[in-house]
């Protein structure tokens, strides 16, 4: 199956940067979320990636521009890489006007998948939520359609059959900041067909990514089944009050020559999906409860959702990262 349409149920973070990323890459796109107020958000949020690309390509044309009269440039090693290189640079400048102009957004259902291809779910990372998602999904979605879920970390078996396709039912996971850190990994389950895996592992490939296809199932891919922990241990040391979480990030950041630590890493992510994982860990866990308390009550409950929202852990732009102090 070739995909072209693309809808995105979700335009949250990550959301949002799937269905640009996709219309990027010349795949027509639906985003729908739940109402036309939510929608608005999610222009805005269209907006500020169109902006980010377009100060990404600029970039990479300044740095071009370096090599090429810089004086480190060798004109008859390559002698066509002006032309080349400006003119997909350029190319990509249309491309982002375009994605942003062919995007379609919608708070019906029924008519936002009524011609997908591909469904990728990106709401939030609660099973209750989900499930009654894809009851009313499966019901509305023609046949054709593949649905992904973009869960961070629960099994894609655990919605397979109430979808009523379970056979077309697949994880696909991106990372955050999509433009750069441009993974994507497939993830099947038992009842999965294995065209439909092939499907989306090529759709990943034609939208940029590099793919890492996992071989079974496991909670939290590859990616989040590191992260997660490592997010969680930094958030529990700041919850027990053994230090500030300035002081985690700097330890880590020194220890490590990481270039951030996980609360600034949190602040990406978005402390709403943080406190969702959390949530379900707690379901299992009750120790996690009072980290997952901590960051709805002092952060959440306040607005401080993360960078999105100009303010999480940290404010934005970020004084301490930018302090050249910071980690002396």
Same mark, same amino acid.
């Given at each position: ?30 985003? &729908? ?6 929608l608005?958000k $999610?222009?805005?949020?269209?907006q /500020?990636l ?6 990404e390509?600029?970039?990479q ?12 440039? /060798? ?7 002006k032309?080349?290189?400006? *003119? ?37 990372? *609660?099973?209750?939520?989900?499930? *009654?998602?894809?009851?009313?999904? @499966? ?10 879920? *973009? ?12 979808? @009523?396709?379970?056979?077309?039912f ?16 497939i +993830? @099947?389950h ?18 940029? +990514?590099?793919?890492?296809?996992l ?5 939290? &891919? ?9 997010l ?6 700041y $919850?027990?009050?053994v ?5 985690? %990030? ?16 949190? %602040? ?5 999906t ?19 308390d ?28 930018? %302090? ?5």
């Amino acid at each position: 199956m070739t995909v072209k349409n693309v809808t995105v149920a979700g335009s949250g973070v990550l959301g949002s940067q799937i269905a640009f990323q996709s219309a990027f890459k010349g795949f027509n796109v639906t985003i &729908y979320d739940i109402n036309d107020k939510t929608l608005e958000k $999610a222009k805005q949020t269209i907006q /500020n990636l169109s902006d980010i690309y377009t100060e990404e390509i600029s970039e990479q044309q300044k740095t071009m521009d370096k090599v090429l009269h810089g004086g480190v440039y /060798n004109p008859n090693f390559l002698p066509d890489i002006k032309i080349a290189t400006f *003119n997909e640079l350029n190319d990509d400048l249309k491309s982002i006007k375009h994605a942003k102009d062919i995007i379609s957004f919608s708070s019906d259902l029924k008519s936002a998948v009524s011609d997908a291809d591909l469904l990728i779910e990106a709401i939030p990372e *609660n099973v209750e939520i989900k499930n *009654n998602f894809y009851e009313k999904l @499966g019901k509305v979605a023609p046949s054709k359609t593949i649905f992904a879920t *973009n869960s961070s970390t629960l099994l894609p078996s655990m919605f397979a059959d109430i979808t @009523g396709r379970p056979e077309k039912f697949i994880a696909l996971h991106f990372a955050n900041q999509i433009w750069k850190n441009n993974t994507a990994e497939i +993830m @099947g389950h038992s009842k999965t067909d294995k065209g439909i895996y092939e499907d989306v592992v090529q759709f990943a490939k034609d939208i940029g +990514m590099i793919t890492i296809e996992l071989k079974k199932e496991q909670p939290g &891919y590859i990616l989040n089944s590191m992260l997660v922990p490592f997010l969680s241990a930094g958030q529990a040391l700041y $919850a027990k009050g053994v230090a500030d979480f300035e002081t985690i %990030d700097k330890t880590w950041m020194l220890a490590t020559k990481a270039p951030m630590g996980p609360f600034a890493i949190l %602040d990406i992510v978005g402390l709403k999906t943080a406190y969702d994982i959390v949530s379900n860990h707690a379901k299992d866990d009750p120790s996690f409860q009072p980290l997952a308390d901590m960051i709805k009550n002092e952060y959440i409950d306040k607005g401080k959702m993360g960078i999105a929202a100009g303010e999480g852990f940290y404010k934005y732009p970020n004084p301490a990262y930018t %302090d050249p102090n910071f980690l002396s």
